[in-house]
């Protein structure tokens, strides 16, 4: 079945970049029928998507975050990741990776990782 | 505007029946989906398209839309239904994805 799992640090300290990674198992990320995606949540706040990547490269960010975030494809490994820069505590979230599926003649979130906390702090 | 509006909280009594429900002028031309968040796990999506429910949720959920506004009515609410309700949708461009505020939902 389809499993996605992220992975990085917990902490990162204020000003710096932020990695993750989400390691997909059960489906290729090279099926032309998905995006890969990232979303976040503060805690207590709502979800906030962040950006999404399709295998041809072509990328699609928040605009809030456009100029910090990147997300990139690792098709030999099976992974999709995010970068965001010039971190703040307003980016401490709980980080979910999530595939983007088209079903039905619309497209939806159908599966997402356990979601990992990622804090902000010094 | 590309904004999704939820009332924050609503409640229902055990059995009886809900609507959530989400504005935004986005929602004239894109779809709503819906997603279920239970405390301290990932979404669940609920609904879907023009009113799909996907395998495995409920027949009680259903949903629906007009203008500028989608519903997700819950007909016959259960314990296991008390979670946050989030909307979610294309915003104006297409290329975006927003969220709705979400809706805790506490089954009396």
């Known amino acids: 079945q389809v499993q996605l799992e992220e992975s990085g640090p917990g902490l990162v300290k204020p000003s710096q970049t932020l990695s993750l990674t989400c390691n997909v198992s059960?489906?290729?990320?090279?099926?032309?029928?998905?995006?890969w995606t990232w979303i976040r949540q503060p805690a207590g706040k709502a979800l906030e998507w962040i950006g999404r990547?399709?295998?041809?490269?072509?990328?699609n960010y928040s605009p809030s975050l456009k100029s910090r975030v990147t997300i990139s494809l690792d098709t030999s490994s099976n992974q999709f990741s995010l970068r965001l820069s010039a971190l703040t505590a307003a980016d401490t979230a709980v980080y979910f990776c999530?595939?983007?599926?088209?079903?039905?003649?619309?497209?939806?979130?159908?599966?997402w990782g356990q979601g990992t906390l990622v804090t902000v702090s010094s | 505007s590309s904004e999704l509006t939820q009332d924050p909280a609503v409640s229902v009594a055990l059995g009886q029946t809900v609507r959530i429900t989400c504005q935004g002028d986005?929602?004239?031309?894109?779809?709503a989906n819906w997603y279920q968040q239970r405390t301290g796990q990932a979404p669940v999506l609920v609904m879907f398209?023009?009113?799909k429910r996907p395998s495995g949720i409920p027949d009680r959920f259903s949903g629906s839309s007009s203008k500028n506004t989608a519903s997700l009515t819950i007909t016959g609410a259960q314990a296991e239904d008390e979670a946050d309700y989030y909307c979610c949708s294309r915003d104006n461009s297409g290329d975006h994805w927003v969220f709705g505020g979400g809706t805790r939902l506490t089954v009396l």
């Open positions: 999530v595939r983007e599926a088209y079903d039905t003649a619309w497209y939806v979130f159908d599966y």
């Open positions: 398209g023009k009113n």
């Open positions: 986005n929602l004239r031309n894109y779809y």
């Open positions: 059960g489906v290729s990320v090279r099926g032309d029928s998905y995006y």
């Open positions: 990547i399709y295998i041809s490269g072509r990328t």
